[in-house]
């Protein structure tokens, strides 16, 4: 079955630190992948996207992911951490071809950010 | 501006009755659906449509039900049947192969 896994709930950072939230996904091919952010009550925010080509993605933010099959991983990296980061953010496979917002979702990792 | 609307923003329901959670999207995205949030848990799929006049169940689509006469528009009732109702509400739309925008939400709470 089709599942995502982000193992950390809750990560706290200093602000200007850098960071990485972990995502590990489970699907027979090769997946397309999605990193999400929501702030508190509010919608999601698509962050970057990977379906096929160089492993490394850029998205918005200043935000980076790196897909590695071999670890079935699509981890977030920041360089520098802002204080307007402090955010949930949840990863997502696609789990039918063609319709991107049929998704799995991880459970999430909220971050928060210490000044 | 494009994009989506929920609404009412927050919304409460006394038990045993329907309610209708509302989403419009001016996207001309084919493509809706809707996911319920709860603390912890992250997102899952409710009910999703592709076309006008067609839907498909999710993952958690009991004592749920949805319509889709316009392409605009993709209405969720929350029936009785549903014995744990209060979350948080999502709607989306996609055109095809693109990603998906997602709403502010609707706060559904049981009272």
Redesign the interface.
């Known amino acids: 079955a089709q599942s995502?896994t982000q193992p950390d709930?809750h990560i706290t950072v200093s602000e200007g630190a850098s960071l990485e939230l972990r995502c590990n996904y489970s699907y027979g091919a090769t997946p397309y992948l999605?990193w999400?952010v929501q702030s508190p009550?509010?919608?999601?925010?698509?962050l970057l996207?990977y379906f096929s080509g160089d492993t490394l993605v850029q998205g918005i933010k200043g935000f980076e992911a790196e897909f590695k099959r071999s670890q079935s991983s699509f981890n977030l990296r920041k360089p520098s951490v802002h204080w307007s980061d402090a955010a949930e953010y949840?990863c997502?496979v696609g789990?039918l071809r063609?319709?991107?917002?049929?998704?799995?979702?991880?459970?999430?990792t909220k971050l928060s950010v210490k000044p | 501006d494009g994009g989506i609307t929920q609404s009412p923003k927050y919304l409460f329901r006394k038990e045993g009755q329907n309610v209708t959670l509302s989403c419009e999207q001016n996207l001309n995205h084919d493509a809706m659906y809707w996911y319920r949030q709860d603390p912890g848990q992250g997102l899952r799929l409710i009910y999703y449509s592709q076309i006008v006049n067609d839907f498909q169940k999710g993952d958690i689509a009991e004592g749920y039900s949805v319509s889709r006469e316009k392409k605009e528009s993709f209405p969720l009732t929350v029936t009785s049947a549903q014995k744990n109702p209060t979350a948080f509400y999502l709607c989306a739309s996609s055109a095809w192969n693109t990603e998906a925008f997602f709403g502010q939400g609707t706060r559904l709470t049981v009272v």
């Open positions: 995502v709930i999605f999400y009550g509010q919608g999601l925010q698509l996207k949840f997502a789990a063609g319709s991107q917002g049929n998704l799995i979702f991880g459970k999430g």
